[in-house]
């Protein structure tokens, strides 16, 4: 079975860092293309970040500069460097993941499997 688990949220200060991690099992990452998705409430469900099987990453406009996606395929296991938080980074974090390519803007349906989300609280 194929399942994705992400750990790291938690309450941070405006400013401040956090690093989220997902794991992955039932399946090999080096071959899929792993993101993180958010979602605040009352909000859709917005990609952030993408990291491709060959290394490539992208960056959604609203988290550029601020967070860096990275994977360990050893480990199995991608990761978001989040610094510079923001009050407006508040959201559910979901990792996602699919064997298909893809490209930006990131869409909710070309990612087939999905985590249960991690909470980030960015408040002072």
Not at 57 to 79: C, E, H, L, M, Q
Request: contains cysteine.
């Amino acid at each position: 079975q194929v399942q994705l688990v992400e750990s790291g949220g938690g309450l941070v200060q405006p400013g401040g860092s956090l690093r989220l991690s997902c794991a992955a099992s039932g399946f090999t990452l080096d071959y899929y293309e792993m993101a993180w998705f958010r979602q605040a409430p009352g909000k859709e469900r917005e990609g952030i970040s993408c990291i491709l099987s060959n290394g490539n990453t992208y960056y959604a406009p609203s988290v550029r500069g601020r967070f860096t996606i990275s994977r360990d395929n050893a480990k199995n296991t991608v990761y978001l460097q989040m610094t510079s938080l923001k009050p407006e980074d508040t959201a559910v974090y979901y990792c996602a993941a699919t064997d298909r390519l893809v490209s930006a803007p990131l869409e909710h349906g070309d990612f087939d499997s999905w985590g249960r989300g991690t909470q980030v609280t960015v408040s002072s």
